[in-house]
Structures are given as C-alpha cells and as structure tokens.
C-alpha cells in the first residue's frame, strides 16, 4: 500500500470549448428554474473560457500521496475543533487506500474508494475534489508563471479579517457567495497575482460536473479585486466515477488580471488589523441602485489584503507543521487566533516537535502513528528547517525571499528509501511522509 501512495498515475484533465458551452447551458438552465420559483438568478462570471493545457506542456502525473498533501495543506486551518489533530490536521490520511490505478495507468479509486456510506459520498466526492484540483492548479500557475511561486490560501480565513462572512453575523438570511481558496502568484519585490478559486467533485457524470461549474461561477464572481470585473478565476469539477474508470478533472477559467498593483515592496512581517470593509461590489450601475452583493477589495485596499494574504499563508504552513502559537501570531481575532492560542489535543500531540531528514533535507514538523489494515504507521508533516526557523519567529519576508530561491530545488522522487515510505516535497517547503513504524 506503500508502494502505491508513491506510484505516478496519469490523471486526465479537460478544458475545451466545449466544456464552456455546457458549463453556460447548465448556467441558463438553473436561471430559469430559479425565476420559475419567483427567485433571483445567480450572478455569475460573464464569461468562463477554456485553459489552454497542452501549449503550457502539462502532462498531469500525480501520485496519490501528492494529492493528499495537497489536501492536507488546504484544510489545516479548517477550526473543525478541539481535536483538531485528526479533526482536520490529518483528515486527508483517511483516503489512504482510496486511490489506485486503473488498466490504463490512470488514476481511479480503489475499491475501497468505491464504497463509502452513502452520507459520506459528497464528503469524500467534495475532499478529493480539492486535493486534485490544487494539485492541478499549481502545476497551471508553475507553467504559467515560471518566474513566481504559487501560495494556495483558504479564502475564509483570509476573508474574515476584512468582512463578516455569515447571514448571522451580518444580519442578513445568508451570506454572499464566496470562492473556496485564493492562488497567490507572487515573487519578492513584485506585487502579487490573486485568483479565486472553487472546486468540485462528484461521483457522477460530466453533465453533473457541468452544473457544478456553473454554481462554481457564482461562487468566484462573489469577490472582485482592485478595479470591478478585472478579477480572473478559476473553477474545477472532478469526476470520481464509481466504477473502475479513470478520474477526471474539468477546468475551466475567468479572464482578468488580478494584481493587488498597491502591495509591491510590501513590508509583511508586521501583524494584520482586522478591518470592517463596506460590503457590496463597486458595480457601474445605476448610482440610486444598492450595489450587487458580495465583497470587493478595492484599489486602497490591496496592500492591506496583500499583507493578509501572506500572513494566511504564513498561518498555513505553521498549523501545517503543528499549529498552536506559532500559528496564532499569524491570524486575528476574526480569524481565529484564540482556537490555536487555546486548544492542543492532547491525544493526538500536535505540537511543532519532530525533526526528520528527508531526501536529505531536515524537516521540522509534527507525526501522527495510527494503524492501518492492523499495522502501525508513522505520519510526518514539517517544513524545511530553516524557513520553518523564519515563521516561527514572525520573519514571513525571509521565509518568501529563501522559498521563492528554493522552489525548484527539492526532490521530486516520490519515495525516500532511507525514511522507508512515500514523501510529497512541495515547492513551498513543506513534505508529507508515511512509512511502517519499526519500534526498537
């Protein structure tokens, strides 16, 4: 089982024209069904176009090990509880043996995979879907962007410093719409890039992927950044078909520049404000008119959003690592400093003490020893010694300058002979690992 957490797979990725037609005809179907009911229709990006996969030279090649890491990176700072040690910390290691390959050497889910409780399908649909997507994205971005590195930024978290974010909260029914995470394209000295991003995953066919991009619209179209409808974004479906056929990601993306033009040579390392922004999106629309809803970043607010942005990252890659104070140094109230100032459970030990040297490079982080099919294993998640060494001491500037330089320095072999198991090394420092737990 080892073995096949590190085994490359093909995963097969659409982004056409015609996946944009359908998105649009799901989208049109939807409006009319809600103006049907007497509601109002969903606003949405105006235009979702094909990416153009093949000229960037991808050929998408995942292990299963890498796409949980990319979950596991994405939902660390998801506040699920008190225990966030298995709560959130380690969720993705519950698809351990959820991924294989199939005949074609395409990944697919095992038969494990296959077979969860019914309540539990959309949960596992929904997680995978964000581990492939994320994986998919920043191979994209790379591509794109050669010259930058790409932060992947839960977008509550970093939201929450500036907008209530709940019906509640604001007094209203419900809240506006909002994208699931940002993608930070950023290099030092330079303003940074910001796409909002949300991804799906369904177990059923392409034509419910279709109606999933088009909610996904509405959801990116919720937040615009710097000058009105000049945000890009993304949006990602993924097919997890029951049987024994191959998973599927659809991409599709937002034209627009999203460059927070105000955040160069940004000072980063002091602590973030929360703020009380005005809610709504600075539409052109008639001045007499309430403003669509949703949350706008406006020009005169995007070094502050740039500094939020980095600090959420920061915050990321610590809780990554073991979560607690060094976390909390990173968040406000708003966000959620006094979870990781307070709570550290105790069954499960997350705390930032383990060190291990993997491909040859220490790693600073936290483990997790469970069982699986009756045997003991070892979990490890940590961060590159020295940039762990930066955040924790509040140095986010040092650590973007050193893990900009790095980003194409680490180890891409999927398994390390001397830990024993397979590792996922990520161009921003951080390595997930699994290996048999000898005891002496």
């Given at each position: 089982?080892?073995?096949?957490?590190?085994?490359?797979?093909?995963?097969?990725?659409?982004?056409?024209?015609?996946?944009?037609?359908?998105?649009?005809?799901?989208?049109?179907?939807?409006?009319?069904?809600?103006?049907?009911?007497?509601?109002?229709?969903?606003?949405?990006?105006?235009?979702?176009?094909?990416?153009?996969?093949?000229?960037?030279?991808?050929?998408?090649?995942?292990?299963?090990?890498?796409?949980?890491?990319?979950?596991?990176?994405?939902?660390?700072?998801?506040?699920?509880?008190?225990?966030?040690?298995?709560?959130?910390?380690?969720?993705?290691?519950?698809?351990?043996?959820?991924?294989?390959?199939?005949?074609?050497?395409?990944?697919?889910?095992?038969?494990?995979?296959?077979?969860?409780?019914?309540?539990?399908?959309?949960?596992?649909?929904?997680?995978?879907?964000?581990?492939?997507?994320?994986?998919?994205?920043?191979?994209?971005?790379?591509?794109?962007?050669?010259?930058?590195?790409?932060?992947?930024?839960?977008?509550?978290?970093?939201?929450?410093?500036?907008?209530?974010?709940?019906?509640?909260?604001?007094?209203?029914?419900?809240?506006?719409?909002?994208?699931?995470?940002?993608?930070?394209?950023?290099?030092?000295?330079?303003?940074?890039?910001?796409?909002?991003?949300?991804?799906?995953?369904?177990?059923?066919?392409?034509?419910?992927?279709?109606?999933?991009?088009?909610?996904?619209?509405?959801?990116?179209?919720?937040?615009?950044?710097?000058?009105?409808?000049?945000?890009?974004?993304?949006?990602?479906?993924?097919?997890?078909?029951?049987?024994?056929?191959?998973?599927?990601?659809?991409?599709?993306?937002?034209?627009?520049?999203?460059?927070?033009?105000?955040?160069?040579?940004?000072?980063?390392d002091p602590p973030v404000e929360d703020?009380?922004?005005?809610?709504?999106?600075?539409?052109?629309?008639?001045?007499?008119?309430?403003?669509?809803?949703?949350?706008?970043?406006?020009?005169?607010?995007?070094?502050?959003?740039?500094?939020?942005?980095?600090?959420?990252?920061?915050?990321?890659?610590?809780?990554?690592?073991?979560?607690?104070?060094?976390?909390?140094q990173y968040l406000t109230k708003r966000?959620?400093?006094?979870?990781?100032?307070?709570?550290?459970?105790?069954?499960?030990?997350?705390?930032?003490?383990?060190?291990?040297?993997?491909?040859?490079?220490?790693?600073?982080?936290?483990?997790?020893?469970?069982?699986?099919?009756?045997?003991?294993?070892?979990?490890?998640?940590?961060?590159?010694?020295?940039?762990?060494?930066?955040?924790?001491?509040?140095?986010?500037?040092?650590?973007?300058?050193?893990?900009?330089?790095?980003?194409?320095?680490?180890?891409?072999?999927?398994?390390?002979?001397?830990?024993?198991?397979?590792?996922?090394?990520?161009?921003?420092?951080t390595v997930m690992a699994l290996r048999?737990?000898?005891?002496?």
């Amino acid at each position: 089982m080892l073995r096949d957490l590190a085994q490359p797979r093909n995963v097969a990725v659409h982004s056409t024209s015609e996946l944009a037609g359908s998105a649009a005809k799901a989208a049109t179907a939807d409006d009319k069904a809600k103006r049907e009911k007497g509601q109002a229709p969903l606003r949405r990006k105006p235009e979702l176009r094909p990416l153009p996969i093949k000229p960037l030279g991808i050929s998408l090649q995942l292990t299963p090990w890498d796409v949980l890491h990319s979950l596991g990176r994405a939902n660390v700072l998801a506040r699920q509880g008190a225990g966030r040690g298995l709560a959130e910390h380690w969720a993705s290691l519950k698809y351990c043996q959820a991924l294989t390959g199939n005949d074609g050497r395409y990944m697919a889910l095992s038969t494990e995979g296959r077979n969860p409780r019914r309540h539990y399908a959309a949960t596992q649909s929904g997680e995978l879907g964000i581990g492939f997507a994320l994986a998919l994205a920043r191979r994209v971005l790379a591509a794109q962007y050669p010259d930058h590195s790409v932060s992947v930024i839960d977008a509550e978290i970093a939201m929450r410093a500036g907008w209530t974010l709940t019906g509640k909260e604001a007094g209203r029914s419900s809240a506006p719409r909002r994208p699931a995470f940002f993608l930070e394209v950023w290099k030092p000295g330079e303003p940074s890039r910001v796409i909002p991003v949300t991804c799906k995953g369904t177990h059923g066919h392409a034509a419910q992927v279709h109606k999933q991009l088009a909610t996904a619209s509405a959801d990116v179209e919720g937040i615009h950044i710097g000058p009105y409808n000049e945000t890009p974004a993304f949006v990602f479906g993924t097919t997890l078909p029951k049987k024994s056929e191959s998973i599927t990601l659809y991409l599709l993306q937002a034209p627009g520049d999203g460059t927070l033009w105000d955040a160069k040579d940004l000072r980063l390392d002091p602590p973030v404000e929360d703020r009380s922004i005005a809610p709504g999106i600075d539409a052109p629309t008639d001045p007499h008119e309430e403003p669509p809803v949703g949350y706008h970043v406006r020009p005169e607010e995007c070094g502050w959003f740039g500094r939020v942005l980095a600090q959420a990252d920061a915050a990321g890659l610590m809780a990554f690592t073991g979560g607690g104070e060094p976390t909390a140094q990173y968040l406000t109230k708003r966000q959620g400093k006094g979870h990781f100032e307070a709570f550290t459970h105790a069954g499960t030990g997350i705390v930032q003490d383990v060190t291990h040297t993997i491909h040859g490079k220490k790693f600073v982080g936290t483990d997790h020893v469970f069982r699986l099919n009756g045997v003991r294993v070892e979990a490890f998640s940590g961060l590159e010694e020295d940039l762990f060494d930066h955040l924790h001491d509040g140095r986010v500037e040092q650590y973007r300058h050193e893990a900009h330089a790095l980003r194409d320095s680490w180890d891409s072999d999927p398994w390390d002979a001397k830990w024993h198991g397979p590792v996922s090394l990520h161009p921003d420092g951080t390595v997930m690992a699994l290996r048999h737990l000898r005891l002496s």
